[in-house]
């Protein structure tokens, strides 16, 4: 199960958990890149060393759960400290996993007659059961045989802060737990075939312990909606999804779930309006484009906005797809734009996909074709059927773990931006500035004479938030530049910047959009360091969204970057979306 990757051991983990990042910071600078480099890949070979042991664990699972090692499942001993079995399934994702604890810890309770109520709890991201204390014995007896049937992992909770590591339900700690914690995380650990998507208790089913005292139940720690509840409430039957953010509300239906009519309110926070995504793309390999745009020219008054590595495809559209059905299964269409494309692996004919050419958001044909991802920005609100809440990406954007609708919009219907610390440059509009800077000193220009203040901020290159409405608005503001941008057929500039800076500030100075965070990283392909940087993303997978990209690439180093761009999104995103064809239609 080991992937490769030297800044994903467990020693290297371990020394990153132990040492403040100030003094690894002092470290780094003191020791050399390659050493520290070598120094990692011989730690990464140390686990050698945990060959036996977890082939004696594979061994004695293949014993203890022969059920499991049917079609398309197996079990896999898991490295590093413990004593984890995996089950190893084709398709592996957080909801799946969620799901099936769920269903894993209800089905137990209801087998054993176990009273019990689903909560609002404070993560979306896992399940939430509250039983009686005075039920705790009998819990811990029903825990203890699911771990019969399967690999079951149990660890206690203080808060919201998981205390120690997992172990097995049925082993003597597991048991003690069961005791004792107030708040259970139970769970299996799903893999898939390769080993570098691996979920665990972070999408556990917790079991909280809900204390008696005069006649009602007290909960051991904070929700979303209650302290207690009478001993005697009703329970009501709701779809999972009313319970949390995440969820596949447009793909199929969620189980439902017994819970109080406390938790069963939406509530002031909850998202209910449909949110769907849109994407840009463009294969710059494709003979019949280059030559379109070898028609017109070498294309853009500026170096970057020329340079071919803004238009090669690495496959990256594959994969930010993948990261969004694992990561955003509550989306409900994905829009692709492009100019007479698609991938031949796509399956354009899923009903939660359409493909837009140009030529129908474009309504004068003198304006196509464009090569100015200005110019088609400044058309998307135009897609037919589109959400008035969407959220725009471009493919070399992923979302790198869970998030929720939330994370993007305001329940009342406002965007989320997320400001950069990268800064508009104050010096004078010129031929010399770079197309961003050019677009946004004139997105400034246009917000200083508008509203008076004098933008200094770009955007991070994360998914967009946005609002069909105000992007109407927009055009209708400044039609004169919004129309002389959608016309140009290069970047120019005159551009303005739409959906990556322009509407996020008019949105908020006119109070429908609020400046929030977002965990993000930044990735250039060209920079030394970039091979390591992904090591790490990797291995932590901490972060909400991240952009790998390539302004100024000189083509002399393309294959190479190409082949560690392509290992490192296989490694980050092993499991195929639905939008994808199957290998053998493609072939």
């Given at each position: ?50 060959l ?9 699972a ?48 209801e ?33 203890e ?18 205390q ?36 665990g ?22 929700n ?33 779930v ?37 028609a ?15 238009y ?11 990261a ?15 100019d007479?494309?698609?991938?031949a ?74 400001f ?6 104050r ?32 955007l ?15 055009e ?8 002389q941008?959608s016309?140009s ?29 977002i ?33 100024l ?35």
């Amino acid at each position: 199960m080991s992937t490769g990757n030297p800044e994903a051991s467990a020693a290297v983990g371990a020394y990153r958990s132990l040492v403040p990042a100030r003094l690894r910071r002092r470290i780094a600078r003191r020791v050399p890149p390659r050493l520290r480099m070598a120094l990692k890949q011989l730690l990464r070979r140390l686990h050698v060393f945990s060959l036996l042991p977890r082939l004696v664990r594979g061994l004695r699972a293949r014993r203890r759960w022969p059920h499991l090692f049917g079609e398309g499942e197996r079990l896999a001993a898991l490295a590093g400290p413990g004593d984890r079995i995996a089950l190893v399934r084709p398709t592996v994702s957080p909801l799946g996993l969620r799901e099936a604890n769920l269903e894993l810890v209800v089905t137990e309770l209801e087998a054993a007659g176990i009273d019990y109520f689903a909560v609002r709890g404070a993560s979306d991201f896992r399940s939430c059961l509250a039983v009686s204390e005075a039920d705790r014995e009998r819990v811990g007896e029903g825990l203890e045989r699911c771990a019969g049937h399967s690999p079951v992992y149990v660890r206690a909770c203080r808060g919201e802060t998981p205390q120690g590591r997992e172990v097995p339900a049925d082993s003597r700690h597991g048991r003690q737990l069961a005791r004792h914690a107030s708040v259970l995380q139970a769970g299996m650990v799903w893999s898939d075939p390769t080993g570098t998507l691996l979920l665990g208790l972070e999408h556990s089913c917790d079991i909280e312990f809900w204390r008696p005292e005069d006649g009602r139940l007290v909960a051991p720690r904070r929700n979303r909606v209650t302290e207690d509840v009478p001993l005697d409430e009703a329970r009501v039957t709701v779809p999972v999804s009313r319970l949390t953010g995440f969820a596949a509300l447009h793909t199929r239906r969620t189980r439902s779930v017994r819970t109080v009519p406390a938790c069963a309110d939406a509530l002031p926070e909850d998202v209910q309006f449909p949110v769907d995504v849109v994407y840009t793309w463009v294969d710059g390999n494709d003979p019949a484009w280059q030559q379109r745009r070898s028609a017109y020219g070498e294309g853009g008054y500026h170096t970057e906005a020329a340079n071919a590595a803004r238009y090669i495809s690495r496959d990256e559209l594959r994969y930010s797809l993948r990261a969004l059905e694992q990561n955003a299964p509550w989306v409900r269409h994905v829009y692709l734009v492009t100019d007479r494309q698609r991938p031949a692996w796509l399956n354009d004919a899923h009903p939660r996909l359409t493909v837009v050419d140009h030529s129908e958001i474009f309504p004068d044909p003198s304006a196509l074709p464009t090569f100015n991802s200005h110019a088609i920005e400044s058309r998307l609100h135009h897609i037919k059927g589109l959400a008035e809440h969407f959220l725009y990406l471009n493919d070399d954007m992923f979302l790198g773990r869970p998030v929720t609708p939330q994370d993007f919009f305001l329940s009342n219907g406002m965007t989320r931006t997320f400001f950069s610390p990268a800064q508009v440059p104050r010096r004078r509009p010129g031929h010399t500035d770079r197309p961003v800077d050019a677009a946004g000193k004139n997105n400034r220009r246009l917000l200083r004479e508008r509203f008076g203040p004098v933008i200094v901020q770009k955007l991070r290159h994360a998914p967009y938030a946005l609002r069909r409405s105000v992007l109407e608005e927009i055009e209708r503001e400044y039609r004169e530049v919004h129309r002389q941008t959608s016309h140009s057929r290069f970047r120019s500039p005159t551009d303005i910047s739409i959906p990556s800076s322009l509407y996020h500030y008019y949105a908020y100075f006119t109070g429908r959009a609020v400046p929030s965070d977002i965990k993000f990283a930044y990735l250039d392909l060209s920079r030394p360091e970039i091979q390591r940087r992904m090591g790490i993303l990797l291995a932590r997978r901490d972060r909400q969204a991240f952009c790998i990209n390539d302004t100024l690439s000189d083509g002399n180093d393309v294959e190479r970057q190409t082949a560690m761009l392509g290992a490192f999104l296989e490694a980050y995103y092993p499991v195929p979306s639905p939008f994808e064809r199957k290998v053998r239609e493609v072939r």
